[in-house]
Every structure is written in C-alpha cells, then in structure tokens.
C-alpha cells in the first residue's frame, strides 16, 4: 500500500539517486555505493587491454598497444575474422599523402574536411571530423610502413570520392580481406593472441564503474576476461541484427538485403546500452545495390551516368542522376518489391562486359534486340518500353529530360536506340549501420551526459558520431584505422601494470 510515509520514504529517496547521478554526469565517477558485477566463481585472465572483434579497428588497436608496450587480447566470436572488412573494396579515403602526389593529386586537409562534413549533412561530430583528417595521413603511412600494406593505383572518381580513394591491392581477394590478413599476420608476428570462438557476453565493471573486463562464452563454457587498462569494442554495427534494424529504423528498412556479413549483430549497442552510453545516429546506414540471390554488386553499372531506371512495372520512380546509395535508397523505400532494373543498351561502351561478368556470376541479366522483347523477357506489355524510350530519347533530344516526370538530370545521357538492350535487376542493400555509442576524439565511449566511461573504447564501424546519412567511400575503414591506433595510444598513457 501507499502510503503518504512511504511515498516521501521513495521521493527521498529518488532525490538522493538523481544526485548521484549528476555528481557522476559531473564528475565522471558512479556513485560510491555501486557494486562491481564480476562473477568472480568464473575462470580468468588478465591482459591490459582485451579487444572484441577482429576486424580492422581491432586488429589496428592491437598492434598499436603492441607496439607502445601493452599486452592485448583479441576475442572474436566466430572461428574466423568474419566482420564487414572482408567483404569492403578496401580502399582508404585520405588526403596529401605521398601515394597521392606521386600520381600528380593534391588536395587541402580543409577541402577534404569540408566534404566530409558535406556529405554527412553537417551532423557529423566536428570534432571526430578533425581527428579523421589530422591522423589519417601519417596513419596511411603507418600501414606502408609497419604492416607492410601494398596499395594500388589510385583512379579519378565522381564526388565525393574524386582521387581520395587509396586502394589496397587485392591480389586476387578484395582488397578490404587482403588488408585483414596483413593485419593478422602482423598480429602473429608480435605474437599478440587472437582467441576465436570468443564472444562477448557483458562488460564487468569495479566498483567504480570503471569497465575492468568481459565476461565471454568460449568453447570451455564462460570465461572473465581482465583488463588493466581498457576495453575496445570493435565488433562492427548491428546490420545483420534485424529486430535492431526494425527498433532503429522501421519495418521496411528491416527487410533490407543483406549486403555485408551477418555476424555483425549489433553487440556495439546491447553491450554498452545497459551501462547508460549515449547512442547516436541510430536510424542511419549506408544503403548500396545489391542483387539477394547471388551477391553481386552492381554499383559500377547504375553509376554508368546513363540510361534509366524502372520498377518492376517498367516505370521510371527516380532521377537517374541519383548515386548508386540514392538509387538503392529509393528502391527500398519506393518499391513495394524492393527491387528496380537499370535499363541501358550498346551505347554505354561497357554494357556487353558488364552483361558478361554477371551472368558468369549467375546473376541475372535480360538481354533483348528490341524494346518489345525486352519488355515481354521482363513480364510487361511491350508497349510499356515502346513508349517510355519514345518519350525518354524525344526528350533528350528536345533538351528536356528534367521536364520528366521523375525528372532525368543526367549530366552526359546517351539515347535508347543501339540493340542489344539489357536490364540489371538490382536491390536496395544494407551495408553497415553509422549508430552506435558516442566516442569522443580519444575513442571513449560517452554517456548520456556525455561523459566518457574509464576503460571503454569503440573503434570502426562499432563506434558513432562520425558519419550520418553518407560518407566519403573509403574512410569506413580509414576511421577504424584512425581511432585504433588513438585508443591504443589513450590506453598506454593510462597504463596500470607494475
């Protein structure tokens, strides 16, 4: 029952609990009564610092706490580095380094800093901005020179990537899988553990609120991982974690195919949630093309910079000058299928090589030698493309494509006209999610009040604040580079073994 005694009783009581939590908000340090949550009746082991994941960030963090004198432990929870790294072209987006300026690219830090905050609509944190531009230079020579990274060369592309793309060679693999094994070969040849099988269950914390370890799932049944001197997530986002998408995003974008790996389940969020980090950029992504069936990518030919762009009824729902993220936006927003076709014909110099590697992939492509056929090869009325190219190549020579309606605001389009005629069937696909716990330009996890949690660190794709509605490609993996090497760096400063 409640009584008026007992109501004032919780009201005090609720008063001395909401001063303990502006003392910690200003303060940084949990209230004195705090219990530590270690299960000391488990198994143990102590490292300075313990690394979940084993993709880029991680991967860099352990080599650079290596390297500064630290003891690090990687744990990830499948039996292989299976995070989005595998599946990235592995390209690194930087500014005035010496690959760039051999090949005659020279850029200002202040007009790469301006595209990034750009092309993140200005919501991107500034101060995670200016860390990505002030590091990632000397950090591309970091990997030339101490991992031993070879990179390819470096082409001209459209806005924003422009010549700020550095590639890693492949050699045969993409190019972001070849960067993961240097990375883990540099690991081996420092002898840093790398535990598979090893998945992070919750983070223990003393009773100070300091995070002092994890308690994981092994082989062997649970096991507490110690950390003197922090802990670094670095398990990616929650891309594949589809009640994730559904709570952040909503329905439709839930059902976006998957274009990464689906091990990256979202523990960035379930881990650090509990303890009151601040989450930011929930609802944001990066969406690309992608075809479910078979995987395959076909960014480079809805990016051809001409023909157009159908539903599954053969009508136009987009401008055609939309990058391959818009299109794949729009697809899964604007279709009821998720699914669109870019219609191009021999006119694009590239269309026969395109048609070939895709059906060498067994991915689909329709190929016809008149509209009419191309039109009945998809399941429509023939004139349903007999009378959208009359009125797309009219228009075009008349000067009025964007008087269409969606407008066509392609800069150099080509005329329907020149059989053969091909439809890429194509997807709206998720990638990686920007969300997740703030960190700070030291790669510190924030809270709520934004104060840093001691011994808690995200990195890469686990880590949010930096990237909002798109990014310049390449720096996904160029930011996991960067704030590794910077939560290596915080945690050796604040090293604790005697």
């Not at 922090?230 to 329905?251: E, H, K, P």
């Not at 949690?453 to 509605?469: S, T």
Request: glycine letters at 10%; one cysteine or more; proline letters at 5%.
């Amino acid at each position: 029952m409640l009584t008026r005694r007992n109501w004032l009783k919780a009201g005090v009581a609720a008063a001395a609990a909401g001063t303990a939590s502006v003392a910690q908000a200003a303060t940084g340090k949990a209230a004195p009564s705090r219990k530590s949550n270690i299960n000391k009746t488990l198994p143990s082991e102590t490292f300075d610092c313990v690394i979940l994941g084993a993709g880029t960030g991680s991967l860099v963090t352990a080599i650079e706490a290596f390297d500064r004198g630290l003891k690090p432990v990687v744990l990830e929870k499948m039996s292989w580095a299976a995070g989005n790294s595998i599946f990235a072209s592995g390209g690194i987006a930087a500014w005035g380094t010496d690959l760039q300026k051999a090949q005659g690219f020279n850029e200002t830090k202040e007009a790469f800093r301006a595209d990034m905050m750009k092309v993140s609509q200005n919501r991107a944190d500034p101060a995670l901005v200016d860390t990505y531009v002030e590091n990632i230079g000397p950090d591309i020579e970091w990997l030339q020179k101490k991992i031993g990274v070879k990179f390819a060369k470096i082409r001209s592309l459209p806005w924003p990537l422009l010549h700020r793309m550095i590639p890693v060679d492949g050699q045969g693999l993409t190019g972001g899988s070849r960067l993961i094994r240097y990375l883990l070969a540099a690991c081996d040849a420092r002898k840093i553990p790398v535990r598979f099988n090893t998945k992070g269950l919750k983070l223990i914390t003393d009773n100070q609120y300091r995070i002092v370890g994890v308690e994981c799932l092994t082989d062997d049944g649970l096991k507490n991982y110690m950390a003197r001197d922090g802990v670094v997530i670095g398990t990616g986002g929650f891309s594949a974690n589809r009640a994730m998408l559904c709570r952040y995003m909503g329905g439709p974008l839930s059902r976006l195919v998957l274009r990464g790996s689906q091990y990256v389940t979202g523990e960035n969020v379930s881990m650090t949630e509990p303890l009151g980090a601040m989450l930011v950029h929930m609802d944001q992504f990066h969406c690309g093309p992608i075809v479910e069936n078979t995987h395959a990518n076909p960014n480079f030919v809805i990016d051809a910079g001409t023909g157009l762009d159908v539903n599954c009824q053969g009508q136009r729902f987009m401008d055609e000058v939309f990058t391959y993220t818009q299109k794949s936006m729009a697809t899964a927003t604007k279709t009821a299928e998720n699914k669109a076709y870019h219609i191009i014909d021999a006119n694009w110099p590239r269309s026969e090589m395109a048609a070939k590697k895709f059906l060498g992939m067994n991915s689909e492509v329709i190929i016809a030698n008149t509209p009419e056929e191309l039109a009945r090869k998809m399941g429509l009325k023939p004139e349903v493309f007999t009378k959208l190219f009359a009125e797309y190549n009219k228009a075009l020579a008349d000067g009025k494509l964007k008087e269409m309606n969606p407008p066509c605001s392609l800069k150099d389009p080509k005329p329907l006209n020149k059989p053969p005629y091909y439809a890429f069937p194509f997807q709206g696909g998720i990638t990686a999610t920007f969300g997740g716990p703030k960190i700070n330009s030291k790669a510190q996890i924030v809270s709520n009040e934004g104060v840093p949690f001691k011994g808690l660190y995200a990195v890469g794709n686990a880590a949010g604040g930096l990237f909002f509605g798109n990014y310049i490609g390449g720096s996904q993996l160029g930011a996991a580079t960067v704030f590794g090497r910077i939560a290596a760096a915080d945690m050796a400063s604040k090293h604790k073994n005697a």
